[in-house]
C-alpha cells in the first residue's frame, strides 16, 4: 500500500505542477530528474562534505570545550581531527580515482585477465563504446564509458565503483564506520567525565534522597543530560545510527570480496539461478508427468500397492531441485583480497612494461 501511496502522491504532484506552469513546468522537472538521476552530478558530494563538516563543527562547539576531561585526553582534539582528514582523503581517492575505464586502447588487456566464463558472461560487443565487453565488465549509462570489474555506480562518490577503486570504497566505508564508534564513544565518555566532575550521582542521592542504584538513578541522570548536554545526546545518537549502517554495507561489500563476487554479478547469479531453477522443475514436472502415465499403464499387470505406502511416497515434484553457482572468478579467500589490493590488469600492465623494457 504504501508504494501505491507514493506513486499516487507523485502523479499528482506532477499534475499539480503541470496545471499551475504548464509544459515549462514539467520540462523543468523532466530536466532536474536527468541531471540528478541519469547524469554525472556533485550533489550527493556536497552533502556528504556538508554532513561530515557539520557534525564535526557541531562536536569542535559543544564538546571539545570538555576536553580534557575525567576520561579523555587533550590529545583527542588532534586524533578527531586527523580521523575525520583521513576519512576525506578516501573519499576523494574514491571519487576521482579512475575505476577502470575500457577503451580501445587498453580493451585486449582486459581481455586477456578476465576470462568468460560462458555462463553469465559471453564475448559480445558494447553497444555504445563498439568495442568488445571483457568479462566482469559493464557499460555504465550515467558515466558514459565501461568499466572493469564493474560493481556499481555509487551517487554518494559520483564515480562508478570498479577494478581500480574497489579497495579505496571498501576502505571509505570501514574507516567511517570507525570514525563514527569513535566519535560515539567519545562523546559518551565526555558526558561521563562530565557526571564525575560535577558528583551529579552524590547529589542526587545525598541531597534528593534517591536511592543509590542503577534503576533509580538512570532515569533521573538521563534526564539531566538530556536537560544539560542535548546537542552532545543528538550527535551521539546520530553517530550511532550511522555506524550501524555502514557496518551492513561494509559487511556486504566485504563478503563481495572476499568471494570475488561484486554487486553487478550478484544480480546476475540471481537471474541466472533462478532461470535455472524454472527449467529443472519444468523438466521434473516433464519426468513426474511421464513416470505417472507410465504407472497408469502397468496399473493392470502390477499387483496393487498398499495406500498407506502410495501415501507416504515421495512425489518428484517435492524433490529438491539443486542449482549450482559455478563462480570460477572465485580463487579463495587470500587470492581474491590480494586482487582486491593488487588488480588484476595492473600486474598484467606491469609485465607487459618489463617485457618490453627488457
Known sequence: MGWRCNGFLFVMGWRFIEFVFGSRGTNALYLAQYYCCDRPNPILQ????????????????????????????????????????????????????????????NVFQYLSVYPYDNIIYSEKECSTCKILKPARSKHCSICDRCVARFDHHCGWMNNCIGEKNTLYFVLFLLWHFFLCVYGTIAIGLVLAGRLKELEVVYILTAYYGIENSFRSLAPHVVQWLINSYNTQILVMVFLAIVSLLLSGFFGYHFSLCISNTTTNETFKWEDYLGWQRKVKEAKASAEALKASLDDLSQETTKPQQSRWKKFFRRSRLEEDVEVVKNNIYDRGFFQNLYEIIYPLSSRHSFSSHKLKTG
Not at 557541531?58 to 575525567?70: A, E, K, M, R, W
Not at 590529545?75 to 579512475?98: P, Q
Open 46 to 105: 556536497v552533502l556528504y562534505l556538508a554532513i561530515i563538516g557539520g557534525t564535526f563543527y557541531l562536536i569542535v562547539y559543544s564538546t571539545f570545550n570538555y576536553i580534557p576531561g575525567h576520561y579523555m585526553g587533550g590529545y583527542h582534539r588532534y586524533t578527531s581531527l586527523l580521523a575525520v582528514g583521513v576519512g576525506v582523503i578516501l573519499f576523494l581517492l574514491t571519487s576521482f580515482s579512475d575505476p577502470g575505464t575500457i577503451n580501445a586502447e
